[in-house]
Structure formats: C-alpha cells, structure tokens
Nanobody, 120 residues
C-alpha cells in the first residue's frame, strides 16, 4: 500500500506564488508517472501537469509558463511550483501517482487534496 501526503495549501493574492508538495510513502517499489489535478467548485477535475519518472513533463494550456512540475525520485516526492497565480486557479489540488510493484502490476494512488485559494 502507498500513501500520498500533500502539503502547501494556502491563500495567496493574484500574481503570487505557492509551492505544493506530494510525498509518497509505504511499500514502494517504483513510482512512475506523477500528476497534479485541480478540482474547482462546480467544475470537473482537470489535469494540470504530468511528469514521467525520467523527468519529461507536460502541462495544461491554462498553466503553461506559470506552473512547473518537478520531482525528487530519491524522496518519492513531486512538486508543483505555481507562479503568477490567478483567481481562476482557485481549486483543490490533488496529486496522483502510478506505482509499479515488483511483480509488474500498476496501481494508481491519490493524495487527499490541498486547497489553493487565489484572492485579493
């Protein structure tokens, strides 16, 4: 079993920055693709950013140039650096990790979510 614990929730003014972290723990064999999603009130959950184990990344158009996803494989942790925040970035942010077991199965795990509020 793998647990994901997120941190970095906060209230920031428009134009501000925030850094989210998501650390995986438990019976880890290999954490592969890690993702950040956001879920704003009244909207569907959306994919924000993806990072492969090797470091390749991809972003939603709405955050390109403002958000940066990174990871530390030794710590099984993924980060989301959020700059130039806008009110429309307000949402609960979730991390998701693909975990491969030693016998070749892949399981998806989600964090509990962390609230980001952008408001003046």
């Amino acid at each position: 079993q793998v647990q994901l614990v997120e941190s970095g929730r906060g209230l920031v003014q428009p134009g501000g920055s925030l850094r989210l972290s998501c650390a995986a723990s438990g019976s880890i064999f290999s954490i592969n693709t890690m993702r950040w999603y956001c879920h704003a009130t009244g909207k569907q959950r959306e994919l924000v950013a993806v990072i492969m184990r090797g470091g390749s990344t991809n972003y939603a158009d709405s955050v390109k140039g403002r958000f940066t996803i990174s990871r530390d494989n030794a710590k099984n942790t993924v980060y989301l650096q959020m700059n130039s925040l806008k009110p429309e970035d307000t949402a609960v942010y979730y991390c998701k990790a693909d975990h491969s077991t030693s016998w070749g199965s892949v399981y998806n795990y989600w964090g509990q979510g962390t609230q980001v509020t952008v408001s003046s």
